[in-house]
């Protein structure tokens, strides 16, 4: 086992040169000319390998959350889902800060909240909110929510994002605000449901009343950094908001062309590489 924790580990830090000829062309930004170094996810075929490499990356998302200041005590889960037991998922240690968390301390844990890979308990609203998630959506691979300063304050709005940007267009139509069970903490597993029904074909939710989460059924990279996105975004509205002056929104079908391009999963995956290549240099202690 030592020997494949090994190589993949050490595939996180090698340079990607990309092939057009063997790498599908899902995004405008994907160069033409073969060679050049970019961003690449690597085709694995051991399980043990893939399992490893998904594990590293909630790591690496959870330490992208605390460089973003997104810690509030115990508050704020990610999770993914286990690539051979689709029923199971990794999520983060309780009471264990996003800048502390490393692939030895993340937990495996079932939709009833048990935990079966670990030494550390479960978050019980992580738990109630994302394993009916998880569960309710098969399609849906890895969530993020955190208690963040500017998505918790536009929350208590009740409204959804308007496309005031570029990067505000990303969600246009492509997230939903919650009502139900607003402002209540949701640590009873009736709670889990009724919010879980509102993630159909949408990769972003405000939950009035309490915060932002992102979900993906492409990849934690792509969840987590849609998450700093959003936050990002509420951020500018409420600034925006504060002028009192009436915002020029981006026309409709301008706004769908910019979420297409750079609003996908791949996009989100993306751009999360940028900071995943700066934490593999800098806090190497993440894949202890």
Same mark, same amino acid.
């Given at each position: ?102 692939? *030895? ?9 048990? =935990? !079966?890979?670990? &030494?550390? +308990?479960?978050?019980? $609203? ?38 005031? *940007? ?9 997230? =939903? !605000?919650?009502? &139900?069970? +607003?402002?209540?903490? $949701? ?102």
């Amino acid at each position: 086992m030592s020997a494949l924790l090994d190589k993949i580990t050490a595939g996180a830090r090698r340079e990607y040169r990309h092939d057009p000829l063997t790498d599908p062309k899902v995004s405008i930004y994907q160069p033409d000319q073969p060679g050049l170094v970019f961003p690449g996810r690597p085709r694995i075929d051991d399980v043990a390998l893939e399992r490893r490499y998904l594990k590293e990356r909630l790591a690496g998302a959870c330490r992208a959350f605390a460089r973003q200041g997104f810690d509030y005590g115990f508050a704020g889960h990610l999770t993914i889902r286990d690539p051979e037991r689709p029923h199971l998922y990794w999520t983060n240690p309780m009471a264990v800060h996003f800048r502390q968390v490393r692939v *030895s301390n993340l937990i495996l844990v079932d939709h009833r909240g048990r =935990v !079966v890979e670990g &030494d550390h +308990a479960v978050n019980r $609203a992580g738990f109630v909110l994302h394993a009916a998630v998880h569960e309710a959506h098969p399609d849906i691979v890895a969530m993020c929510h955190a208690h963040t300063v500017f998505g918790t304050a536009f929350a208590a709005l009740g409204q959804p994002l308007a496309p005031i *940007s570029q990067d505000a267009a990303a969600f246009f139509e492509d997230h =939903v !605000v919650i009502n &139900d069970e +607003a402002g209540q903490v $949701a640590v009873e597993e009736d709670a889990g449901p009724k919010v879980a029904d509102w993630f159909k074909g949408v990769k972003a939710a405000i939950h009035q009343n309490h915060g932002l989460f992102t979900a993906s059924r492409n990849s934690i990279e792509a969840a987590a950094f849609w998450f700093i996105a959003l936050e990002r975004c509420c951020q500018q509205q409420l600034l925006v908001q504060a002028t009192g002056v009436a915002p020029r929104l981006v026309p409709p079908e301008r706004s769908r062309y910019s979420r297409e391009h750079v609003g996908s999963e791949y996009i989100g995956w993306l751009h999360f590489q940028t900071i995943w290549n700066d934490l593999v240099r800098t806090e190497p202690d993440l894949f202890d």
